[in-house]
């Protein structure tokens, strides 16, 4: 997987360089390494998300080997904030990077318990840094500036070393009036800005335009207003379980009416517990689990949700599915289903299938597009502009986007001024001090896909395999011989998502396999190739004559 | 497939009834049937865009079954426009229908063409109708209302019987001032209106606000000014081929600055032979082939192409990854490709990555997010409200639409005071004459899939395994025994999607085969049923273990 070349950039000890190892084009694995006097510094190590053309497939992550090949040089990883495309990786890299994780008191709580799953808590050594603090690492300096985004404790990072200081956002919006949390700490921004930015690293996501400016505020006074309006029936609002801003506000409209909560979705209970665990809804009743939630009558709970995204197994799917008196809460006509999240790219069939099946039990539905039930945790309008005012860097380095957000962005900070602007590609390496910064080159950098409990290269053969197969099918027949080419036993064949079980055709390819031994000429009986190509090509051709299909194939053939 | 409780149901000769075969809730596979004194009329027979849920499968079609079984008493099909959803099915099923097919000259091009792909033409029997002709199918009267939509000769339908007139819409928009075609037969709408009509059957594609009320020649004004914009570059335009007003656009855009005009994708080719055929395009001189697009001077040729969803093999796809010097039309640096297209939900991530694709060698995208380059074929703004102010019909039924489009579609008839609204489900039968309308009961229908050359319900076994293979693979390990159950030969075994070929996990299996053979008591080596499991329940322990999968599996067991 290494290409050689690609190790053989020379980074020399007075250069200051960045290197999105993750994250740079498009949405997902943030995972970004700065080098100083030979040491390495790690901001995020997060996971992303597999299309459907990755048959099987969990999860993506970063490729870490540039790092792993550095590993007693790492200085250590510093965590922006909570979400899994900033942390979801750590368990499974963590033995490739093996350094310390510092991170703020609830994104802990999360990567701690991460690090339980994997069986690796207590060996990976884990760092509380609280907000405002600022630590040392090596030639590097670590300053926490709190922003504002929709879970607790966001930060961006001022990375400074003797070349200058660095400013890397993580993900952002400028909420001045916040739900969650305090609003972010532009004045820190403009104070490095008046010293000089040598660069700023942020975030893409909304760059080709977020219009609206509303704000979690006001998606709070729209779910009151819309729980109000419907008194005496279910409702259940389905939302990101990482929007932690989002779960305050629908508590929040639960309380003006006096309804209890109950949450519905595992990720929903791992979040709480970390909220609680680090301070946060400590002034929030328990929340209902649905057992509890069963007897109460209608109008008197609140269901918070997983799975708005149509997710086949999560909470919203499960509401469609149940029917009355079977032990679970029973969602049907006349209640409320409120979807208080986006539709990101890619879900747009599994929500609309999932909306169809909660239309068809007489259930309302109340989307963004209805009302004002969702804002975005990423920067909107002229945020980005007030950013690149405040801190008026040198280098802007547009991270985190599609190619459209990325060209948005960077035309964005040209405007403001800034005189450098790189789009990276992931594993492109950027000095940043010297006159001009400059490129020097590419190290390896890449996606692997954890496939069950293996962690393999996206372009692996079996991936490859299985989507031929899925459209294809497979095949494999047995045929045992003995030396003289006689046939011994009854030849088998198994055919996977071809021939129906109960298919006659099986018989038709087990006869014609006979018909083809029988037809081959004595000196050949002995040619184990011979026969092999024989008998795949009277399958494949009957395969394809009648079905149209072209199967991956196996011949086992045993000579008795 | 057939309940036969569904073939029941008794519809008396005086009642007219109305059955969605396909296309009443959802896109695509437009079939609907009218039933009066023991006749049965089709209209339309289109078929329908398999999801990524459905490996191998091509596309999908209605279940004609119900039909089918009576054959003899169909009088015809009559075909609304030349869209593959309303005629895409067409070759498929003919031999489930047999009737005679009747149709506008455009729409007899292109389904005579599909015939003739089938073997079926001068076996098929297709009349041609021209604009305003009325024609005469048993009990049913057929009247054609020429609409506007994105292509030649729409068609609503107005069907009488003894019992009353229905409308039957198809696609359609009320452009006044249209670039193709004339304007709509409002006038001929309205008449029907003021006589009364029974029922109207109206499309919802854009019922829940297509708010914009832009028109194609808005488009092309948009496209005359960006050609020009970009005077000495290559500019490609994406299309629909299906959309034959953007292709007469794109080619007025051309002809101002005098560039010629190049088909790139096999679609264009069809549509444009189509269209010249029946008198389209005739004042457009003959569109440049790539080959002979290849020695014209940059400037002076507009490109028209496929693959504006991101298609994988498509020209906007195949520009993406063309060179320069090899032979074939080169896209780079300051190149424009204009998409003249929407985003078809579930097309998100191919689109953003042929984009990714062509703004990495530096060609400028225009998007309908960037500027006018596209509008719907059907209806916008309060269009809706306008067709049920003229037909004030006093039966309402909106089909094809998602569950959203219809209960918007529903409100609006609502509103402009239609007695009865009812949003069927495909298979149910509706009377229309008698003081109330009355749902009977149901009819079988449903969905086939065209599977290579098969086409199978939609939920046959081999989809459903092709859908766990894709995730999990598939093994098949061949053991020969002799009768005292001592292995013969060597064993062996396939896996696909699972272990790389030259995994040493292979022989690992095969050596655990071994021991689990040789662990097999003396009393149980003949009893193949128990060694089946065994070996099975063998090879799932380890790749669960290690792989965390588990594979279809068959184990050929053979007996010397």
């Known amino acids: 997987m290494i290409d050689e070349n690609k190790n053989k950039i020379v980074i020399s000890d007075d250069q200051f360089v960045f290197i999105p190892l993750g994250g740079a084009t498009g949405i997902g694995m943030n995972f970004f390494a700065y080098g100083y006097k030979g040491k390495w510094l790690i901001i995020d190590c997060g996971l992303g998300f597999p299309g459907e053309n990755l048959p099987g497939v969990e999860c993506l992550l970063p490729d870490p080997s540039f790092l ?179 779960m305050e506000s629908i508590v929040y409209a639960a309380q003006e009416v006096g309804r209890e909560v109950c949450l519905l979705g595992r990720s929903l209970w791992r979040i709480d517990a970390a909220a609680r665990a680090t301070g946060y809804f400590n002034d929030m009743p328990e929340f209902l689990s649905e057992d509890e939630a069963l007897d109460k009558p209608r109008g008197s709970v609140l269901f918070i949700c997983t799975g708005s995204q149509g997710e086949p197994y999560s909470a919203l799917n499960n509401l469609a599915a149940t029917t009355p008196n079977k032990g679970s809460v029973y969602f049907g006509a006349d209640d409320v289903v409120i979807f208080s999240s986006r539709v990101i790219p890619g879900n747009e069939k599994a929500i609309s299938l999932l909306q169809k099946r909660l239309s068809s039990k007489g259930i309302k539905i109340i989307t963004d597009k209805d009302d004002l039930v969702h804002v975005s945790g990423h920067y909107a309008g002229d945020d980005l502009e007030k950013m690149y005012q405040l801190v008026r860097p040198k280098i802007a380095l547009p991270v985190h986007g599609e190619t459209l957000e990325l060209t948005y962005h960077s035309k964005v900070a040209r405007k403001c001024g800034v005189p450098f602007v790189f789009c990276l590609e992931d594993g492109e390496v950027l000095a940043l001090n010297g006159e001009e910064p400059e490129v020097l080159g590419e190290v390896p950098a890449g996606i692997l896909a954890v496939d069950g409990k293996q962690i393999i290269p996206l372009n692996a053969e079996v991936i490859k395999k299985r989507r031929k197969m899925m459209d294809e099918g497979s095949a494999v027949l047995t045929l045992v011989l003995n030396k003289e ?65 072209k199967p991956l194939m196996d011949i086992h053939l045993i000579r008795i």
Not at 178 to 186: K, R, Y
Not at 191 to 200: C, H
Not at 510 to 527: H, N, V, W
Not at 529 to 536: A, D, G, Q, V
């Open 68 to 246: 792993a090949e550095r590993k007693k040089d790492i200085v250590g990883l510093v965590i922006t904030h909570a979400h899994e495309d900033h942390i979801g990786a750590i368990g499974y890299l963590w033995h490739d990077l093996q350094c310390s994780i510092y991170c703020t008191p609830f994104a802990n709580e999360l990567v701690e318990s991460k690090l339980n799953e994997m069986g690796l808590l207590g060996r990976a050594d884990t760092c509380l840094v609280k907000k405002g603090d600022v630590i040392n690492l090596g030639p590097f300096e670590i300053e926490f500036i709190s922003m504002n985004h929709s879970l607790p404790e966001p930060n961006a990072l001022a990375i400074r070393t003797a070349e200058g200081v660095v400013i890397h956002t993580g993900d952002w919006r400028l909420d001045l009036d916040p739900i969650l949390g305090q609003a972010p700490d532009t004045e820190a921004l403009k104070a490095l800005g008046d010293k000089g930015v040598l660069a700023l690293v942020c975030d893409s996501t909304n760059a080709s335009g977020e219009k609206s400016k509303a704000t979690e505020a006001d998606v709070r006074d729209t779910l009151v207003r819309l729980v109000k309006q419907f008194p005496d029936v279910h409702i259940a609002i389905g939302c990101f379980a990482s929007n932690v801003a989002r």
């Open 485 to 549: 080419g006689q046939v011994l036993g009854q030849p088998q064949l198994s055919t996977f998502g071809l021939l129906a079980s109960d298919s006659a055709d099986n018989d038709e390819i087990l006869a014609r396999i006979t018909q083809a031994m029988a037809s081959i000429p004595p000196e050949k009986l002995s040619d184990d190739l011979f026969i092999n190509e024989t008998m795949r090509h009277t399958i494949r051709q009957f395969l394809s004559e009648k079905y149209g299909k």
